[in-house]
Nanobody, 118 residues
Framework: QVQLVESGGGLVQPGGSLKLSCVASGLTFSSYFMSWYRQAPGKERELVARARWADGIRDYADFVKGRFTISRDNAKNTVDLQMNSLKPEDTAVYYC???????????WGKGTLVTVSS
């Protein structure tokens, strides 16, 4: 079955950095759009960044542009999220998401908690 397993969350001070990683299994990774979403307490889940293909085209939410970088490695079935200049408002559970390009079938990881606090 399809599994998306996130890692790399934790507690970091404002202005710090974290790198999240997601390893996918059970799917043809290169056929999926890979994204990171987040959900803060009391808020809806929102898109953070998306890497549709391995061609370098990336989409970012306005609130992370210039601070976060998404990358994918189709050989390793991984998608990473490098987060710099973190702010307290970045505190959330971050989820790895995979969407099949043709049908829209999607899968979610269980999430990893990022807490930005001094």
């Amino acid at each position: 079955q399809v599994q998306l397993v996130e890692s790399g969350g934790g507690l970091v001070q404002p202005g710090g950095s974290l790198k999240l990683s997601c390893v996918a299994s059970g799917l043809t990774f290169s056929s999926y759009f890979m994204s990171w979403y987040r959900q803060a307490p009391g808020k809806e889940r929102e898109l953070v960044a998306r890497a549709r293909w391995a061609d370098g085209i990336r989409d970012y939410a306005d609130f992370v542009k210039g601070r976060f970088t998404i990358s994918r490695d189709n050989a390793k079935n991984t998608v990473d999220l490098q987060m710099n200049s973190l702010k307290p408002e970045d505190t959330a559970v971050y989820y790895c998401h995979a969407q099949f390009y043709a049908s829209g079938t999607e899968y979610w990881g269980k999430g990893t908690l990022v807490t930005v606090s001094s």
